[in-house]
């Protein structure tokens, strides 16, 4: 298999760990986001989004976190992504799509770029907008696990889930807008679980070999 990311992507970073936790080995195709090689003709042939992550495997090539990672769980069996039981499972994945659905899609390199070229917002501006997005999503993650008796050293449980697959990439991206984790104690001690784990931990940006 091999895996077109950049080390700072948050959705390459969903992919990198749940990789890890399935075992697998892969190469790692670096895709420079700043140098734009997501929108050379040879990535664009590949990922007509110029988006990563992609994963290529056996001749196919998906694209898409969520569906990259259904992929791997779909092939590989353990450890499950999932609970068994269909009201938490969709639980677990509420959990995940509120990252990333509803807070990574707008505060993405691309819509950052946007506001800074097209609407001409200045640092402090977008990471305004970054961070009210991220807290709206944090608030309601924070609100939905601090008293729900299904969340223990993870999201779900005390195994990693989905959910934890996309809460550690997206606690990682918030720090570059100083979003101020103690108002999420919840998300926050479940962010220190994981990154006690290697599966999480060797996969942070810092530690990948395209990182600058
Ligand atoms: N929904 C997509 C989002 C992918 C995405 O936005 N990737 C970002 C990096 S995290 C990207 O490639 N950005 C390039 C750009 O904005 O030009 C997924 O989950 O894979």
């Given amino acids: 298999m091999k895996l077109y990311g950049y080390f700072r992507s948050s959705a390459s970073f969903r ?62 069996a353990e450890p499950p992504f999932l609970p068994a039981a269909p009201a938490d499972r969709a639980w677990v994945r509420a959990l995940a799509q509120i990252v990333a659905c509803d807070i990574h899609p707008i505060n993405n390199l691309r819509v950052l770029q946007y506001l800074e070229k097209e609407l001409a917002l200045d640092d402090e501006a977008r990471a305004a ?15 939905m696990l601090q008293d729900d008796s299904r969340c223990g050293d993870h999201c779900f449980g005390d195994r990693p889930t989905l959910a934890d697959v996309c809460l550690v990439p997206q606690v990682v991206n918030s720090q570059r807008f100083d979003v101020d984790m103690d108002r999420y104690p919840t998300l926050a001690r479940i962010y220190g679980n994981c990154m006690r784990l290697s599966a999480f931990a060797d996969q942070a940006p810092e530690r990948q070999p395209d990182a600058e």
Wanted: proline fraction near 5%; glycine fraction near 8%; hydrophobic fraction near 45%.
């Fill in 15 to 76: 992919v990198r760990i749940a990789l890890s936790l399935k075992g697998l080995d892969y190469e790692l195709q670096p895709v420079h986001l700043r140098r734009d090689e997501q929108r050379a003709p040879g990535f664009l042939e590949l990922n007509p989004q110029g988006l990563v992550p992609a994963l290529e495997d056996g001749g196919t090539v998906i694209a898409q976190s969520l569906a990259i990672i259904e992929y791997l769980e779909e092939r590989v």
């Fill in 129 to 143: 907008w970054a961070r009210r997005w991220i807290e709206a999503g944090f608030t309601a993650m924070e609100a």
